[in-house]
């Protein structure tokens, strides 16, 4: 039932000066549930006039017509709320938001008075209140699921009682903790705090403190802020640490009987020289007709995670580990994934296997999956084998060399199906034994990260395929694939533009030759010094890879079928995979599980999240790369251009920050959108991507997560 209008103006706050049907819909969204006359409305937005009240009259009529209001009787209006739709709400630091919705349709703007107490990454109902030039925007009627139940942030005492205030307010509002709440924690302190008590109207939440993190500034403090404002809990709860510890870590010899017993056959790891969890391995045998036996063997981890148990529902929960400059926050206990489940050297190992039989040219013969046992024979790094690729001798290096020539094999095969060749960078940090970084390393994909990837991928390819069959037209929610979708020709035309610009030729008529054009373009370019650059705007046009029980492909792997098979230690699709395959070897069939969707869209949802929280890191870490560098001076490249800067990598450690155009003192600048760059006014000097520049270290802020940069005049 409609709210009478209590006839006080105190009631509702007066809308800002907008155009008069911005301020009449802003004045329904701050009271959804009121109707309100003409008379009341002109009262509220202060139209005294005749002709004041006309406009908004006309306004009125307007916004019925274009059915954002209705009327409620012959006096009075309300909200045209319209049917309840669903998303999940992506907050921004200035309080306004956007919710990309289930249906897939374009995002909605969510103004910051229309969020009420939704936070970012929260799944809402919500409603369309306008809709102006085929934009729409909406109001959030309901919180349906919380992205968080914790947040981080500064400790704040007063009046007989503490307040969280969270680091940014795109990660929440304050919180009320009640003093026996505190549990120790101090005035100025950064904390973890558990919310108990969501509110129903505008007021704080109520929680208590469950982690103290000591005073801002240490890398434990930020870190963990970051997992937590990411909706992580970086720590795993009493009873799941207690199922962990339960698990036996002796292997049964009725378990090893209804096993394929590989250990006898050559196996062996090649990881980071730095890892710890081991959670694949391959195994090589020279078969009697001339062929080779290549296995791929994957950690059991779906043998010691029950479904619905404590550990799986964490798992589900965390849905990968997240890597962070320093650490790893895991997916599973370390038990399981640094022992248990971990196919160190020389320990028999539980298994799920996929092993192929291959002819000496790479074609693929035979294959099967199945449950195993194996023994690691050695652990390699990946320096390691890349070492004996150059020429290193080694006892197996007549393994390791025929391994990799069947992985080239495999990799030429794909790039001539069309498979779009990406060279993955990762900016690695060197640290100190404090925790400190002390140098930058750029680490880029060779050979020995390339046998690994291949094989890999294969299985991967071979588990989907294996999982397909019996699915039929309607047959949905038996499978998990990674789907990576046809690029947006749109992109893909901003893209060509883009590369236009910079005197670079990017041929694409069609999607079916996208994938040969974008690698002619890098390859023509790899040896510019901003090939990064151009590479990194090739990977932004394309579709975002997720997890879905409905198969589109994989356009960047170019292959019909693809899923995530081989890291169930890091990542729960694999588990679910593994389970599902298991079923599939034991039933001959899968059956459907509704929920599978809703959970590849969790999964998704914090894939994501924990790509977040690796970027800020890494960012956290380059900030504090150059806090001892305050007024010194170095080369960079131009990373990118907007309306309020110049972005610039530096090219001595691949820090980044930015030169806001207003700093600079030699020339005024513009942004040219079509030109992609900023120009000066007097000197017409261009700055665009790749152009080489001199700039001064002239602010670092590790909290803020933000390098200012001075730019010199050539």
Known sequence: MSKKYPGKRKAYSKPPKESISRSIISVFSRNPDASLSHKQLCYLLDAKTPI??????????????????????????????????TGVFELNAKGFGFIRQDSKDKDVLIREENKG???????????IISVRNGKKEG???????????????????????????????????????????LNGAKNGMRI????????????????????????????????????????????????????????????????????????GILTFTIDPMDAKDFDDALSYQLLENGNLSLGVHIADVGHYIKEGSPLDKEALKRSNSVYLVDRVMPMLPEQLSNVLCSLRPQEDKLAFSVVFEMSPQGSIVHHWC????????????????????????????????????????????????????????????????????????????????????????????????????????????????????????????????????????????HLSNAAESINKLLTSIASEPYFSLIQSMVVRSMAKAVYST?????????????????????????????????????????????????????????????????????????????????GDEFNGLVSGVSDYGIFV??????????VSLPSISFDRFSFDAEKHAVIGRKTGKIYTLGTLVRVRVEEVSPRKRQIDFLLLED
Request: with cysteine.
């Open 550 to 630: 409905q198969n589109k492909g994989h356009f960047g792997l170019s292959f019909k079928f693809y899923t995530h098979f081989t890291s169930p230690i890091r990542r729960y699709a694999d588990l679910i995979v593994h389970r599902l395959l298991f079923e599939k070897i034991q039933q001959g069939k899968i059956n459907p599980r509704p929920k599978l969707e809703e959970i590849c869209k969790k999964i998704s949802a914090n894939e994501r999240k924990a790509t977040e929280a690796e970027r800020e890191s890494n960012k956290y870490f380059q900030t504090l790369m150059l806090m001892d560098c305050l």
């Open 192 to 263: 973890v705090a558990k919310i108990s008590v969501w509110p129903e109207n505008n007021s704080f939440p109520i929680g208590e403190v469950v982690a103290i993190l000591g005073y801002p500034g240490t890398n434990d403090s930020e870190m963990i802020s970051i997992l937590v404002n990411q909706g992580f809990d970086p720590y795993f709860p009493e009873e799941v640490m207690k199922e962990a510890s339960r698990i036996s870590t002796e292997i049964a010899e009725d378990e090893i009987e209804q096993r394929t017993d590989l250990r």
């Open 117 to 127: 107490s939704a936070m970012d990454g929260d799944r809402v109902q919500f409603s």
């Open 370 to 509: 199945g449950k195993t046992v194996i023994h690691s024979d050695r652990r390699f790094t990946y320096e390691e084998v890349q070492e004996i690729i150059e020429g290193k001798p080694d006892a197996l290096s007549p393994v390791i060399l025929q391994v990799n020539a069947l992985a080239k094999t495999l990799r030429a095969k794909r790039f001539k199906q069309g498979a779009l060749n990406i060279v993955s960078e990762e900016l690695r940090f060197i640290l100190s034994e404090q925790g400190d970084p002390t140098e930058t390393v750029l680490k880029t994909s060779k050979e020995a990260h390339q046998l690994i990837e291949e094989f890999m991928l294969l299985a991967n390819r071979t588990v989907a395929v294996e999982l397909t069959p019996q699915q039929k037209k309607g047959d949905a929610h038996s499978s998990i694939y990674r789907i990576h979708d046809l690029p947006d020709p749109e992109k893909l035309a901003l893209l060509h533009l883009f590369c236009e610009k910079f005197g670079l030729e990017l041929s694409i008529n």
């Open 649 to 658: 990598r530096l090219m001595e450690n691949h820090c980044e920050g930015m």
């Open 139 to 181: 109001r959030i009627i309901s919180v349906l699921e919380r992205s968080r139940s914790q947040m981080v942030g500064t400790l704040k005492l007063q009046n007989n009682k503490g307040t969280l205030y969270p680091d940014s307010p795109k990660y929440g509002v304050p919180i009320d903790i009640p003093i026996n709440q």
């Open 52 to 85: 004041d009240r006309q406009h908004v009259l006309d306004a009125l009529q307007r916004l019925v017509s274009k059915q954002q209001i209705a009327w409620v009787n012959a006096h009075s209006f309300c909200l045209n709320q319209g049917p309840k739709l």
